[in-house]
């Protein structure tokens, strides 16, 4: 897909029994170091956090974050799709000042497309389409996945710092064992997403 200004859309944290799930919007610019990019899932913790700084600092992005209780209002799709929309429109506050400091001609929202990974077009204000796996295939969308996966792992890690019996740091709300057990010994902690299930 082959346009100056596109748009990547990812989200990170679908699975996990507890915690926000977030979502990254990125468009690159022409010079960006695409060896640094991959599916954030295939990248070390270390490389992804380098990844992530080189981003922020070379490209315009957008972070969108729906927290748990959202989730368990509107259920985990649908707060997937509001993460993607709430990336892209912080993303689009940032547009005009990113373009002038690359010496860019300012965008109309119809000069602008998005990309989002996965099977599902989220609403957003620019024309948009979807497609599975691409996170493997579109840097900006490598960039985003990288933008949610780190975003959403430093909040895990501060939840941890509040509630570390549930070993938020280890599994990152992800449905691991220990995490399982430690629900069903303890309770939920106070960010766990009430309508998955523990069991």
């Avoid at 080189?54 to 259920?75: A, F, P, T, Y």
């Amino acid at each position: 897909m082959d346009f100056e200004f596109l748009a990547g859309l990812d989200e990170a944290g679908r699975g996990p029994l507890a915690g926000p799930v977030t979502a990254g919007c990125v468009i690159l610019p022409s010079d960006f170091p695409l060896e640094l990019l991959n599916d954030s899932k295939k990248l070390t913790e270390k490389k992804r956090e380098k990844a992530e700084a080189v981003i922020k600092e070379k490209c315009c992005w957008g972070l969108g974050v729906v927290d748990h209780q959202e989730i368990d209002r509107i259920n985990i799709l649908q707060a997937s799709m509001k993460a993607m929309s709430l990336a892209f429109d912080d993303m689009w506050k940032k547009l005009p000042d990113w373009c002038r400091v690359h010496g860019l001609e300012v965008p109309s929202i119809g000069d602008v497309r998005a990309i989002a990974d996965g099977n599902r077009v989220p609403e957003l204000k620019c024309t948009a389409v979807c497609e599975v796996k691409a996170d493997g295939k579109y840097p900006s969308v490598m960039a985003a996945s990288i933008i949610a996966k780190v975003s959403r792992d430093r909040m895990m890690m501060e939840y941890d710092a509040l509630y570390p019996e549930y070993g938020y740091a280890r599994h990152k709300g992800y449905p691991t064992a220990a995490h399982r057990k430690v629900c069903l010994e303890k309770g939920p902690s106070p960010i766990q997403r009430l309508s998955f299930t523990v069991k």
